[in-house]
């Protein structure tokens, strides 16, 4: 006699069954299971209908007869027994033998949220989001949505941000209280989702701040939208960025009161974090968007089994999602994982010049944290240390992403090799060429200088700063006897001498193949570095 033949296996406290996902892109519509802790289980649907007949007092014996009457196919105990040991016990949503929840750990993806503090419990977001149903009315949507469109073409094409910009620089209170107008807004943009949520007949849940990616995020939890239909979630999806729309309405009525120029910067943050919403390639608003609207609730899961799916050795065999669903997840696959990696190569190669530019970055606004203290500037002083939270957090967070991303990697591998050594092998030699990679863009040579304020920042110059560890030595003809010395050849040449004798010379050269390059000039030697020649100046514009 097994254990769950001694006890009736039951549901874990808390556990609530959400129902079938409304407009599925899989072929049979899984079931979807939230946990006490909040963690929402997809489930096949066998596995649903078995959870749903636990009720604590029916024995295996007696689930297998009803699930032979549900599926329509003879089901046994034993079968029973090995759905709730092998597949809804992992899951931690089976009580365990004293009846109380199990302890499992929940799913930490690694493009998911960390470091997460709850703000609002559900009951307080519930109080939160009532004052807002009125907003969702169609009376006062589309009249919204229509000022922001004029408001946007206004600010952009009609009036521009130069001005504003200008003064929000000259007059640092107003450029703090646009920053804390953005901070802001990003937590109407979630109390957005929940109000949503609430209007569309589901229950919002926590709200807090986490850090995502690089920096801090607020987050709302309505995985209780995944009970209402397609629209209802696409309306929960769209309703952060119907909030940001509203900010900039109310922004631009602001500006038509006091005509302040630099508020106008809030409309223009406003269209940032929308156009940042929007992407598909991280857990944000296009992302949401995107797996209601092909009805897959969770698109990184299938990265894998959709790169699989690409091998030939693969081809023929049953794809769980429906054709037009497959369809749009393998292209959503092909686009991000180049995107992602792209942006981690991007990453590794500024890792250098981004902490150069926040150690200098931190020393200016140092000085002037200490100047704004002794003069008794309060808004000085807070300008200066969110200057500096804004040049710390990032750099510890790429590195807190990059720590984990190799943590995870290396775990996971290690694993999925064992018992297999040619595998295994051929993982510490990529492992191997990987960190050689690493430590040649790495390596101090010359590539940990700041950004210079006349840099362009494209992504051709990222292989630029990478290649500064290899700048190589020129030989320059001596100035006096005209001798050349042996490597070489007489070439026209720009030069910027200095009076000072001891001072390098510096040299802009043509190559062969019609490229420039900048030699510093000393002693009869040179150093020459890759250089790009700027933008042609635009109509009533100047270059020198």
């Known amino acids: 006699m097994t254990l769950l033949d001694a006890r009736a296996p039951a549901r874990a406290p808390g556990v609530e069954l959400l129902g079938e996902l ?12 939230r946990r006490a802790d909040g963690q929402t289980c997809q489930l096949t649907p066998l596995l649903y209908a078995l959870l749903e007949l636990l009720d604590g007092e029916r024995s295996t014996s007696e689930l297998a007869a009803l699930l032979s009457d549900h599926c329509g196919k003879a089901v046994t105990a034993d079968d029973v027994e090995h759905l709730l040991t092998e597949k809804l016990t992992p899951l931690g949503i089976l009580a365990d033998d004293d009846g109380r929840s199990p302890v499992t750990d929940k799913a930490t993806p690694l493009l998911g949220l960390k470091l997460k503090v709850v703000v609002s419990d559900p009951r307080w977001t519930a109080r939160l989001t009532a004052p807002f149903g009125w907003l969702f009315s169609r009376w006062v949507v589309v009249p919204v949505l229509v000022t922001f469109a004029a408001t946007t073409w206004w600010v952009l094409v009609e009036k521009g941000l130069a001005q504003p910009t200008r003064q929000a620089f000259y007059e640092p209170g107003l450029l703090l209280a646009v920053f804390l107008l953005t901070v802001l807004s990003a937590g109407f943009h979630e109390l957005g989702h929940a109000a949503a949520c609430r209007a569309a007949g589901a229950r919002p849940g926590a709200m807090g701040a986490g850090l995502y990616l ?5 987050y709302t939890d309505v995985d209780d939208s995944y009970r209402l239909s397609r629209w209802g979630r696409l309306k929960v999806d769209l309703g952060g960025l119907y909030f ?9 009525g602001l500006w038509w009161v006091t005509r302040t120029d630099a508020l106008l910067l809030g409309v223009a943050t406003q269209l940032l974090q929308m156009l940042r919403q929007l992407a598909p390639v991280i857990r944000a608003d296009g992302y949401h968007i995107l797996a209601d609207l092909t009805g897959v609730p969770d698109l990184f899961a299938h990265l894998k089994p959709t790169l699989a799916g690409l091998l030939p050795q693969n081809w023929g065999r049953p794809q769980p999602l429906r054709r037009w669903a497959r369809v749009v997840v393998t292209t959503w696959v092909l686009v991000v994982v180049p995107v992602l990696l792209a942006l981690l190569v991007v990453v590794v190669l500024a890792l250098p010049r981004l902490l150069a530019t926040a150690a200098a970055g931190l020393g200016r606004q140092s000085e002037a944290l200490q100047v704004a203290a002794s003069d008794g500037d309060v808004v ?8 500096i939270a804004a040049l710390v957090v990032p750099v510890a967070a790429i590195g807190y992403v990059l720590t984990r991303i190799v943590r995870r990697t290396s775990t996971g591998v290690w694993r999925a090799t064992t018992g297999r050594p040619v595998a295994r092998t051929g993982a510490l030699l990529a492992g191997a060429a990987l960190l050689a990679l690493a430590a040649w863009a790495w390596w101090p040579s010359g590539q940990y200088d700041p950004v210079r304020s006349d840099e362009r920042g494209t992504v051709g110059s990222l292989s630029s700063v990478a290649a500064l560890g290899s700048v190589e030595p020129v030989a320059l003809a001596g100035e006096v006897t005209g001798t050349i010395p042996e490597g070489a050849t007489r070439t026209t040449a720009l030069a910027l001498v200095p009076k000072d004798g001891d001072a390098p010379a510096v040299l802009l050269v043509r190559q062969d193949d019609g490229s420039l ?10 150093t020459a570095f890759p ?10 514009d100047n270059q020198a």
């Open 380 to 387: 000085g002083l807070l300008a200066r240390l969110l200057s």
């Open 22 to 33: 409304a407009g599925s892109g899989y072929e049979s519509a899984p079931g979807l299971v």
């Open 244 to 252: 940001n729309a509203l900010v900039a309405v109310g922004v631009m």
């Open 517 to 526: 390059r900048t030699i510093l000039a000393s002693d009869g030697t040179g």
């Open 214 to 218: 690089v920096w801090p995020a607020f």
């Open 531 to 540: 250089f790009a020649l700027p933008d042609a100046p635009g109509e009533g």
